[in-house]
């Protein structure tokens, strides 16, 4: 009975939709983060010196503390941004191919 | 019911932050080497009268196995994303990255960075996944289409490996506080956590373990917040400040704030990154986390509110950290002998205890004393459950009775299973006193990021897995890691007593990551049985339930 209606979703046009945008919005977001984060981690390991300078004369922030301060807070934002439109446009499709699978059966 | 619950816990967690703000200045003066802590001992107690009593009220809940493994999959999203950040947030995270600020100064804020990074690579690739194809462990996902017997056994080993390093880091660091405090030998201390984590997850399961998460976790942000607001306004607030001063009679002098010792070369710092980022994503008692929510909705939500939490109070540790370098570090009674910069009292993981003595007296220290042994043994329990699943579910009624094993039997096995589980804890706890604990946990999710996520990621996403191909992935990831800890400085050299390292990086994940996913690849490529190709025709149902989450398990109802 499962595999009819897997097969009866994946048919639907609608399924391709929900996975092509979903995928393309959750592995850009993915790229974002890893792209950041693994980049920091380069210039730790390459150029440790630049991350312990100060944004400006006198002061005690450095670029490293800045850079990882804005990557805690827009780390948070980007899961923020997903979740909400996870759970409200991809949910919606989701259902909505569910219950076509369903109405197919009878 | 739950929803009351959390409210009147909210409402504890306010009258005792508020108690522990009345408690008046701090107590100057010499403090007596290990004299015994009435406001801790107090706190702790009430802590835990508090958790027997829910244990008492979860165990009379947990009737079925889903109630034990999962809570019956009825937390909410927020609820689950506090407990997620209790489980994640440990001892070692409030005592060891505290101290590694505190002696290594911006090294200790990339670590953070590095363990926060992770969260939103599981929430973007693989939360609605594990929630969609999961029951009670990640085992069920990764045996989703392949051979249950062997690729259950291959997971429930890593798992169990993952689970004792990381025991380790808890136990030491509940050993050396209760020394610190109470002037009990280490190994009581240890032996008591041991049975009190056995009596919670015998008892009350998943239901008792999620709730003493949840608490944990609101004391732990809350004990956290005034010590980091009480020290901070010693410095008007301000970074500036507090960085001139650290600097100015820190060792490392203006190098406190640079990239520096610990990352001292390329290799280690993106071994760890990867090792922290990826083996978020393979520890069997955060994973297991997100089967007990009921649906991917919730999960997701879990996620943003856990990641909040984590962010927000690494931040504050940070702060605890610079803060201690001038009021813990410039204060000869923290200090044994009275020497300024010879050895903290306690060990170096006391850093944050010794803060928060310093800016609220006994009365906080002895709160954050408590929040700290709430924190271990709720960390302690929820992978003591991890680790029992995988004995009971994985390989005892799964691997063992192929299904047949009635749910009783499974639960019972589990339970035998969380009080043996409980003597190892006790076991390593002593073997590796002398451990900086969180490097320890440095160690558990490098073995986590190359046993466990590469196959569970490449379950989910590529259809070409067979049996074979996760196996020597698996085992491969396994093996590689242990023997890369093993054979490095941390263990051969300082646990072991040989003269040199034979691998001479400190960190697994770099190289033991690529063994596992080329071992994965390769071997399920060369695989042309007929099981192979069964299995890989099995994906596109599985695909399908991954992304609708049609056909998954379901929330039983209470």
């Given at each position: 009975m499962s595999s009819v209606m897997y097969e009866r979703?994946?048919?639907?046009?609608?399924?391709?939709?929900?996975?092509?945008?979903?995928?393309?919005?959750?592995?850009?977001?993915?790229?974002?983060?890893?792209?950041?984060?693994?980049?920091?981690?380069?210039?730790?390991?390459?150029?440790?010196?630049?991350l312990g300078q100060p944004v400006g004369q006198g002061s005690?922030?450095?670029?490293?503390?800045?850079?990882?301060?804005?990557?805690?807070?827009?780390?948070?934002?980007?899961?923020?941004?997903?979740?909400?439109?996870?759970?409200?446009?991809?949910d919606a499709l989701t259902q909505e191919i569910v219950k076509e699978a369903w109405k197919e059966k009878k | 019911m739950m929803r009351r619950l959390t409210q009147i816990l909210a409402t504890l967690g306010l009258l005792s932050l508020a108690?522990?703000?009345?408690?008046?200045?701090?107590?100057?003066?010499?403090?007596?080497?290990?004299?015994?802590?009435?406001?801790?001992?107090?706190?702790?107690?009430?802590?835990?009268?508090?958790?027997?009593?829910?244990?008492?009220?979860?165990?009379?809940?947990?009737?079925?196995?889903?109630?034990?493994?999962?809570?019956?999959?009825?937390?909410?999203?927020?609820?689950?994303?506090?407990?997620?950040?209790?489980?994640?947030?440990?001892?070692?995270?409030?005592?060891?990255?505290?101290?590694?600020?505190?002696?290594?100064?911006?090294?200790?804020?990339?670590y953070m960075l590095a363990f926060f990074a992770g969260w939103p690579i599981i929430l973007f690739l693989m939360a609605e996944r594990l929630r969609n194809l999961g029951k009670f462990t990640f085992s069920d996902i990764t045996a989703y289409r392949l051979d249950q017997g062997k690729v259950r056994t291959m997971a429930a080993i890593s798992s169990l490996v993952v689970v004792c390093f990381y025991l380790i880091a808890q136990m030491v660091g509940a050993g050396q506080l209760i020394k610190l405090l109470f002037g009990l030998e280490y190994n009581v201390a240890i032996f008591a956590v041991g049975i009190l984590m056995m009596v919670y997850v015998t008892f009350g399961g998943m239901v008792a373990t999620t709730w003493v998460q949840i608490i944990k976790a609101c004391m732990l942000l809350a004990g956290g917040t005034l010590v980091m607001i009480l020290a901070f306004?010693?410095?008007?607030?301000?970074?500036?400040?507090?960085?001139?001063?650290?600097?100015?009679?820190?060792?490392?002098?203006?190098?406190?704030?640079?990239?520096g010792s610990l990352l001292a070369e390329p290799v280690t710092a993106i071994s760890l990154g990867l090792g922290l980022m990826f083996g978020t994503a393979g520890l069997p008692h955060i994973l297991m986390r997100f089967f007990t929510v009921t649906d991917a909705?919730?999960?997701?939500?879990?996620?943003?509110?856990?990641?909040?939490?984590?962010?927000?109070?690494?931040?504050?540790?940070?702060?605890?950290?610079?803060?201690?370098i001038l009021i813990v570090g410039q204060n000869p009674e923290f200090f044994e002998?009275?020497?300024?910069?010879?050895?903290?009292?306690?060990?170096?993981?006391?850093?944050?205890?010794?803060?928060?003595?310093?800016?609220?007296?006994?009365?906080?220290?002895?709160?954050?004393?408590?929040?700290?042994?709430?924190?271990?043994?709720?960390?302690?329990?929820?992978?003591?459950?991890?680790?029992a699943s995988a004995i009971s579910h994985d390989l005892y009624a799964r691997v063992i009775k192929k299904g047949t094993a009635s749910e009783a039997a499974e639960i019972r096995v589990s339970k035998i299973a969380t009080i043996c589980l409980g003597f190892v804890a006790i076991v390593l706890g002593i073997l590796f006193e002398k451990q900086n604990i969180a490097f320890m946990v440095g160690l558990a999710f490098g073995v986590a990021a190359a046993a466990n996520f590469p196959v569970l990621i490449l379950s989910m996403y590529w259809k070409g897995l067979t049996t074979r191909g996760a196996l020597f992935g698996g085992y491969g990831g396994l093996v590689s890691a242990v023997l890369f800890v093993?054979?490095?400085?941390?263990?051969?050299?300082?646990?072991?007593?040989?003269?040199?390292?034979?691998?001479?990086?400190?960190?697994?994940?770099l190289f033991a990551m690529p063994i596992a996913f080329l071992f994965a690849y390769i071997f399920s490529k060369t695989?042309?049985?007929?099981?192979?190709?069964?299995?890989?025709?099995?994906?596109d149902d599985q695909y399908v339930r991954a992304q609708t989450g049609f056909g998954a398990e379901a929330a039983s109802k209470h």
């Open positions: 979703m994946r048919t639907n046009p609608k399924f391709q939709e929900l996975v092509a945008r979903r995928g393309r919005f959750a592995w850009t977001l993915a790229l974002v983060v890893l792209i950041m984060f693994y980049g920091f981690v380069m210039v730790v390991a390459f150029n440790p010196a630049s005690m922030w450095t670029f490293g503390v800045i850079v990882e301060l804005f990557m805690f807070v827009f780390f948070w934002i980007l899961t923020a941004i997903y979740v909400r439109r996870a759970n409200s446009e991809f | 108690a522990v703000a009345l408690a008046g200045p701090p107590v100057e003066g010499a403090m007596e080497k290990q004299a015994t802590n009435w406001h801790a001992i107090i706190m702790f107690c009430i802590f835990v009268a508090m958790t027997m009593g829910i244990t008492y009220w979860a165990a009379s809940r947990t009737k079925s196995a889903a109630d034990f493994y999962t809570a019956g999959g009825g937390i909410t999203g927020f609820q689950n994303g506090l407990a997620i950040a209790g489980d994640y947030m440990s001892a070692a995270t409030l005592l060891g990255l505290t101290a590694m600020v505190y002696s290594k100064g911006y090294d200790g804020y990339i306004s010693q410095f008007g607030f301000s970074f500036q400040t507090l960085l001139e001063k650290a600097t100015a009679v820190h060792a490392l002098g203006t190098k406190l704030m640079s990239p909705k919730e999960a997701r939500k879990s996620v943003l509110y856990a990641s909040g939490f984590v962010a927000y109070f690494f931040n504050v540790i940070f702060l605890m950290g610079l803060c201690g002998g009275g020497v300024v910069g010879g050895k903290l009292i306690g060990g170096g993981n006391m850093v944050a205890m010794h803060l928060s003595k310093a800016v609220g007296g006994d009365m906080l220290l002895g709160f954050l004393a408590a929040v700290a042994f709430a924190t271990i043994l709720a960390v302690v329990s929820g992978l003591a459950l991890a680790g093993l054979l490095s400085k941390s263990v051969w050299v300082d646990v072991l007593h040989n003269p040199a390292p034979l691998f001479p990086y400190t960190q697994p994940a695989d042309s049985s007929v099981r192979a190709g069964k299995e890989i025709d099995a994906f």
